[in-house]
């Protein structure tokens, strides 16, 4: 099964999920058209 | 990046195991005004507080977006004082990826890196000698050039 990206779209739960695992946010800013 | 990097499944793999990814629409203009973003794709590496370690604009192919982001990840751990772990990423990004241009910006950081650690300046050094050894034409090498004023 092929792994996807499973992005968030809520920055304060970006933030709460970094601090707890340490880990930096990647932040993609996308036009989708 | 929606249609050919992001699905590459090593690409899903690397973001998976080493961030929290975070997709914002440019149709949100108080983000993109927080964040002065003025252009799409831009990519940012956040701290917990929403410190900028890292800003690229523009597409990347799976294996430089790689490359890109695990230094990136390194400058995040140099910003956050993780030194020894930033210098791991340092290392990886120099060792897997020797031939991208996030090489020549590793190299450069994981003087800094072994600097903070140390406070000894002859990692700088070195750095500027493998800098230019290695990348000659890399502006991370002329962004060194002071570092050859330091005594070996």
Request: without cysteine.
């Given at each position: 099964m092929a792994i996807e990206i499973c992005w968030l779209d809520d920055l304060a739960k970006a933030q709460e999920t970094a601090r707890k695992v340490n880990k930096p946010i990647f932040l993609d800013f996308y036009n989708p058209q | 990046m929606g249609a050919v990097t992001y699905p590459d499944e090593r690409v899903a793999k690397f973001l998976s195991l080493n961030f929290v990814p975070v997709q914002i629409q440019s149709a949100n203009t108080a983000l993109m005004q927080r964040f002065a973003v003025s252009w799409t794709p831009t990519l940012l590496v956040l701290d917990a507080d929403l410190r900028e370690h890292y800003r690229a604009v523009g597409f990347f192919a799976p294996d430089d977006l790689i490359a890109t982001l695990l230094a990136a990840k390194g400058k995040w751990a140099l910003g956050t004082d993780?030194?020894?772990?930033?210098?791991?990423?340092?290392?990886?990004?120099?060792?897997?990826?020797?031939d991208k241009d996030a090489a020549a910006e590793a190299l450069?950081?994981?003087g800094v890196a072994k600097y903070k650690m140390s406070h000894d300046p002859k990692p700088l050094r070195e750095t500027y000698d493998e800098l230019k050894a290695?990348?000659?034409?890399s502006t991370w090498t002329k962004q060194a050039d002071h570092y050859r004023l330091i005594s070996k």
């Open positions: - | 993780q030194f020894v772990e930033a210098r791991a990423l340092f290392e990886e990004v120099i060792s897997s990826h020797p450069f950081f994981l290695r990348f000659p034409q």
